[in-house]
Nanobody, 118 residues
Framework: QVQLVESGGGLVEAGGSLRLSCAAS????????MGWYRQAPEKQREKVAV???????NYADSVKGRFTISRDNAKNTVFLQMNSLKPDDTAVYYC????????????WGQGTQVTVST
């Protein structure tokens, strides 16, 4: 059973920073993608930052230059450093893991709220 546990959300003023963490537990293929999505009220869930299968980083245009995704492979943990936060970044942030072998399986964390005040 794969579980994703997020932490690090909270309330911050515009211009501030937060760091999210996501720890994956259980047994899963090393051939996967892992990263972060977010969903604001009345909006669809959108990609924020993801590690692709070749280890490269893929960012949404709206966060490029402000957010950085990193990982600790030994601990199956991925991080999202968020700087220069804006009110538009307010959303529930979800950790995502997609394993690609032998089957494609999509896992989600429970989500962590990030609120950026003006």
């Amino acid at each position: 059973q794969v579980q994703l546990v997020e932490s690090g959300g909270g309330l911050v003023e515009a211009g501030g920073s937060l760091r999210l963490s996501c720890a994956a537990s259980g047994s899963f293929s090393s051939f996967n993608t892992m990263g972060w999505y977010r969903q604001a009220p009345e909006k669809q869930r959108e990609k924020v930052a993801v590690f692709t299968t070749d280890g490269s980083r893929n960012y949404a245009d709206s966060v490029k230059g402000r957010f950085t995704i990193s990982r600790d492979n030994a601990k199956n943990t991925v991080f999202l450093q968020m700087n220069s936060l804006k009110p538009d970044d307010t959303a529930v942030y979800y950790c995502n893991l997609v394993t690609l072998r032998p089957l494609i399986v999509n896992y989600w964390g429970q989500g962590t709220q990030v609120t950026v005040s003006t």
